[in-house]
């Protein structure tokens, strides 16, 4: 027999034996002796347990199950059975891909330990037991800005509660993912504030400890409703970089590399107070050397700025035609680009 062959055939005993043994488990009884999520977890990664099957009994905090969303949903350690280790998180992503979970129901179930997005989470074997429902779990206290990433591991999976009022401070992904960036006040462009070396360093690295990516539960790309502010995005409920939120309350994980929380479906959204409103642009335009005019911007109003522009004549530079659509260049449009600046 081949050496491929025998690891082949080994693997699949050893997937086999696996899966034996958590069908096995999962038909303990519940209230039965099980593997603490503090277990899990452990206090460094990857987990301890990592590859070993385990039966658990835990709260669901929120589902999202679902090709649109992450395929599984989130458990944390009832309060009476809570360890508070320091450092190590009592939160778990339960991997269910043909299992969709109800918050609140306290689920005795199965799985292999895995390390995937830089989090641990458990592969779900067989089907959960339904112990109890409508229970509920105490939210993890979490402020801005943390003293390092241990702050944030040490919640992982767990549901959290950020008591501040923080500030929304990118709107990049909002559109596109559906995710905000939010900090403890304003997050400036480091070489904006200091010279350029360990200056502009050191606030970068105070940055990095000043930010949380606010997401919408969901993994599609452009959704049809964008969440944030509530009831969704549009042009009469806009969201401003700048803007304040209050109430902000989630699963926090860590996804693509990033921190993230998790809203809790059905849960009250983040309370939106726009802070930062927008003022409207009156354009200077000189005259142009190549083409179209270049524009300079100073605040003004919205009225304003659309009244200066339709009266102002439009110069095209001599030998140079008008737009291809035959529209004029618009001092409005010009104004209302905008570019992404690095917070990092």
């Known amino acids: 027999m081949s050496p491929t062959l025998l690891n082949t055939l080994l693997a699949g005993l050893l997937l086999a034996g696996n899966t034996i043994l958590a069908a096995a488990a999962a038909a303990a009884p519940c209230g039965s002796p099980a593997t603490l999520i503090a277990d899990v977890q452990g206090a460094s990664a990857p987990s301890p347990l990592a590859g070993s099957v385990v039966e658990i009994e835990a ?70 037991s339904v112990c109890a429902t409508e229970r509920t779990v105490t939210p993890a206290s979490l402020t801005l800005p943390i003293a390092d990433e241990t702050a944030l591991t040490a919640r992982e999976g767990m549901l959290v ?18 995710s905000l960036l939010l900090g403890y006040g304003r997050l400036r462009i480091p070489t904006a504030v200091a010279v350029p070396g360990q200056g502009a360093a050191e606030v970068a690295a105070a940055n990095r400890l000043n930010r949380l990516v606010l997401d919408d539960g969901s993994g599609q790309q452009n959704p049809a409703v964008v969440p944030y502010p509530a009831p969704g995005l549009s042009t009469a409920n806009p969201v401003r970089a700048g803007d304040t939120v209050a109430g902000v309350r989630g699963v926090l994980e860590k996804r693509y590399g990033t921190w993230r929380l998790q809203p809790v479906p ?55 035609p008008p737009s291809s659509n ?16 690095s917070l990092d």
Request: with cysteine.
């Open 59 to 128: 709260v669901v905090t929120a589902d999202f199950s679902g090709p649109d969303s992450f395929m599984g949903f989130f458990v944390q350690q009832d309060d009476a059975r809570r360890q508070h280790r320091a450092g190590v998180s009592e939160g778990l992503f339960v991997y269910s891909p043909r299992y969709a979970a109800r918050a609140g129901d306290l689920l005795r179930l199965a799985g292999t330990v895995e390390e995937r997005y830089g989090q641990t989470q458990l592969a779900l074997s067989g089907t959960p």
């Open 266 to 320: 059905g849960a009250a959204p983040p309370r939106f107070t726009p802070s930062n409103p927008r003022q409207g642009a009156l354009c200077a335009r000189p005259a142009p050397t190549y083409g179209w005019p270049r524009s300079t911007c100073s605040t003004t109003s919205t009225a304003t700025a659309r009244a200066a522009a339709l009266m102002r004549p439009t110069t095209v530079a001599p030998g140079m």
């Open 161 to 178: 509660s950020l008591p501040q009022m923080l500030t929304v401070n990118d709107t990049h992904e909002l559109g596109r993912y559906g």
């Open 326 to 341: 035959g529209r004029k260049p618009s001092c409005l449009r010009d104004c209302a680009r905008s570019t992404r600046m």
